[in-house]
């Protein structure tokens, strides 16, 4: 019993952090619509401003000094953030923004690095809290049964805030209608920058409290955003005391998920959420979304066009420029031109579920890496050579998109995308926990092609025909009754339904054909590589075939391929650097700022004439 | 007061309003006539700036305010009432007017909530119900009772009758007509000219983007061939 007490208590004191954080991705959600993905960073950098001005500032005072000032600092980071880069964007298409906050994580990731350095940082006590307390002859650390104490406090102050000042009702105005709020004469964009303050103010705080429990380090921003996520989906977008409910049940199934299952507790979270939004799928506390909003902000996507003959001849003078690559015997050069082929293949497929489709997805690298992994093990156990592993890929990643998506196209929007995340994620752990069989961490090494293929040249040109071949099908795909239908749905549901389109079949089916395709590239990837590693289904993954679609702009065709080979490029070169994310997310941002409309959507509307050929025959 | 100096409007690529002007002076109540789509409401957008007009000049207690922000003209001193309503449904009706609230411009008597609630007295009774409960006729009060919260001189009021069962109209006209003695200079929007009789001193007949008549209400019921024109269904 006491042992149960016991760790209740310690599921409570975790779901402080967690709490704050999530609440403040809610409440910036909530107002300016934006995931923020650089949540998980603002919590991070809590942590380590934290360690920094607590050993500075010495006592107790000293401690909750530093408490609250790094929530400070934490809130004007996110305040020059808001300033910089996202007031730049606001009336970019929605989730350009996105790749904004991607680039702020990786421009974070360095600043901590450089600032603090690579090692982890452990937290000293809380001064004051130091000693346990014995309840039920369980052994309570005090430190824990504070944040427990402090988290309805803080609760509380966001309630007041949001229901007794006058901020807090012009903040609630401007979530459900901000032009209406500025017709009243309120200067918004203050409004926002408040928001993001308080916002980012609470994921330092987070940070801040967790450091004496956790510790600081560089992985934190990205293992916080996962559960992050699952709380605000749980507990619904923009609802605070949902994120408080969804914050407790995550924390105590992870406590007590240990105890039973110690190898599946990441799973368990995913599993808790999909369970949740099946039954309300807005989350507990949370309102439907207004449908149509996401993916489609903004200009209407011009009409898909068959591609003109000038656009085909175009198309066929690159592949023919790409099958002479060889030519110029750099070997080099021949496996970096297979990783742009693999990865717009990856991104065009994703491209599919997002514009055409209207589904956003940020999990996409679950059938990317699932096609990998599938093709990885049918050579490890089965002895499958690679062409049989090579079509096991799509099979797999296929019928993992059939299933997830059974799921996800029961919501739109915002929840669709998460959910998505959630099962990347819940596919990620499952790998990763799995070890016997995936190896884990250690990944799956020595996966080479078969020996007609093992030289570089006839790889590549194995990558080019498959690459392009799944790239063509994509496009003859949009020009099918089937992707007229999922066109239509994404227009408008309720007019799709009334003419005999079976909507929700018709996003499921597509899920599983992007699903299947990323699959195809998972598969040449892993033989490109010879080995597979779970990171290629981590969120940075996803994030990367985000950034390439919307890199090149989601509203059109050839967006995916621009956008990978920039993305793959960049990152080629610029991982000679020490500091590269810092570079990397710098151009991102200036990307996003100076080109709002993806690469091609920019090329499109500025050389409008020049560029016609490109403009017409791809969108 | 106001003086709209043929602007042209658009929405995207679509030309809404082609050198659209009208006037108004101080104390008056002016109606915006005209049919369905005629660009009456896209003349108020054009003058609270939520479209500003690509050309032409919007002049306000002379000062020029086309192409600065909604909320700066909102401040000058213009209130907008949105033919949608758009209340804040998950305020209450004393939230939705705080939203409104601001101070009051100089030789104004500012709007408090006592001084509203006498002017609209179902809102008082229902100050702690949340907006999206409220009926339809409750929200038109509720969303002109939030916009003098900000103590504008001027109220742009777009379709003020619309969609309002006939008993309501008429203490709308009352409403009207109670601001008026205010102080209040009005602009209103209407398809409904015997609801536009009730209220206004002079109208304006907008018709494909542009004002096609100016006059008195007298002078304009007297007119056949206008109402024919531009006014019958």
Known sequence: ?619 | MLNVQSIDAYYGQAKILHGLSLNIQQGEVVALLGRNGAGKSTTMKSIIGIVPPRAGRITFRDREIAGIPTHSISQLGIGYVPEERRIFASLTVLENLEVGRQNAVDGLQPWTHERLFEIFPNLAERRNNLGGDMSGGEQQMLTIARTLMGNPWLLLLDEPSEGLAPVIVEQMAHTIQDLKKEGLTILISEQNLHFADLVADRAFIVEKGETRYEGTMVELESNEEVKDTYLAV
């Open chain 1, 1 to 619: 019993m006491g042992f149960i007490l016991a760790q209740a208590l310690t599921g409570l004191s975790n779901a402080a952090a967690l709490f704050l954080v999530a609440s403040g991705l809610s409440i910036i959600f909530g107002v300016t619509r934006i995931v923020n993905f650089a949540h998980g960073s603002f919590y991070m950098l809590g942590a380590y401003i934290a360690y920094t001005t607590m050993s500075m500032l010495p006592g107790i005072i000293g401690f909750w000094a530093s408490v609250a000032i790094t929530g400070v600092a934490v809130g004007l980071i996110g305040v020059v953030v808001e300033l910089v880069v996202l007031r730049q964007v606001y009336k970019a298409p929605e989730l350009f923004q996105l790749v904004a906050t991607f680039g702020v994580i990786l421009v974070v990731q360095d600043l901590a690095l450089l600032t603090w350095g690579p090692e982890d940082l452990i937290g000293s006590r809380a001064p004051g809290l130091e000693s346990v307390v014995y309840i039920m002859g369980e052994a309570i650390p005090e430190y824990d049964l504070a944040i427990i104490a402090l988290t309805p406090v803080v609760l509380f102050a966001i309630w007041y805030l949001f229901n007794r000042t006058r901020w807090g009702i012009l903040v609630r105005a401007a979530t459900e209608d901000r032009e209406m709020v500025g017709a009243l004469g309120v200067n918004q964009s203050w409004l926002f920058t408040g928001v993001f303050f308080l916002g980012s103010l609470l994921a330092g705080v987070g940070g801040a409290i967790q450091l004496p429990k956790g510790g600081a380090d560089l992985l934190m921003d990205f293992s916080i955003l996962s559960a992050v996520f699952v709380v605000v989906v749980i507990g619904g977008m923009g609802s605070i005391p949902g994120a408080f409910i969804a914050a407790l049940i995550i924390s105590e199934l992870n406590v007590f998920g240990v105890q039973l299952l110690h190898q599946s507790t990441l799973v368990l979270m995913f599993v808790v959420m999909a369970l949740v939004l099946i039954v309300r799928p807005w989350g507990l506390l949370g309102k439907p979304e207004k449908p149509g909003q996401h993916g489609q902000v903004g200009e209407l996507a011009r009409p898909i066009a068959i591609m003109p003959t000038r656009g085909k001849w175009l198309f066929a003078a690159m592949l023919v420029l790409l099958a002479l690559l060889p030519v110029l015997d750099d070997s080099f050069l021949l496996v970096l031109m297979a990783d742009i082929i693999i990865f717009s293949l990856f991104a065009t497929s994703l491209h599919f579920l997002m514009g055409p489709g209207g589904m956003v997805s940020f999990g996409h690298a679950a059938y990317f890496g699932g096609g990998a992994y599938a093709a990885a093990l049918s050579v490890k156990y089965m002895g499958a050579p690679m062409e049989i592993a090579i079509m096991i890929a799509p099979l797999i990643a296929g019928c993992l998109a059939i299933i997830i998506g059974w799921f996800c196209v029961r919501l739109s929007g915002v929840y669709l995308a998460m959910l998505t995340l959630a099962f990347a994620q819940v596919l990620w752990s499952i790998v990763f926990q799995w070890g016997e069989v995936t190896g884990g961490d250690d990944g799956i090494l020595g996966i080479w092609p078969s020996e007609w293929a093992s030289d570089g040249v006839v790889f590549y040109y194995l990558v080019l025909v498959v690459g392009s071949a799944g790239i063509l099908l994509i496009r003859h795909v949009l020009h099918s009754p089937f992707g007229y239908g999922v066109r239509a749905g994404r227009d408008s549901f309720v007019r799709s339904e009334a003419i005999g389109i079976n909507v929700k079949l018709m996003q499921w089916m597509a899920f599983a054909f992007a699903g299947a395709l990323a699959g195809l590239a998972g598969g040449l990837y892993v033989f490109a590589k010879g080995s597979i590693f779970p990171d290629e289904m981590e969120i940075a993954r996803s994030f990367d075939a985000l950034i390439m679609v919307l890199l090149g702009g989601v509203k059109t065709l050839s967006g995916p391929f621009v956008g990978a080979s920039t993305f793959t490029l960049l990152q080629d070169w610029l991982s000679r650097f020490e500091y590269w994310r810092l570079v990397l997310g710098s151009m991102i941002i200036l990307l996003v700022i100076l080109f709002p409309q993806g690469l091609v959507g920019f090329a499109r509307d500025k050389f409008g004439r020049l560029i016609n050929v490109r403009g017409e025959d791809h969108a």
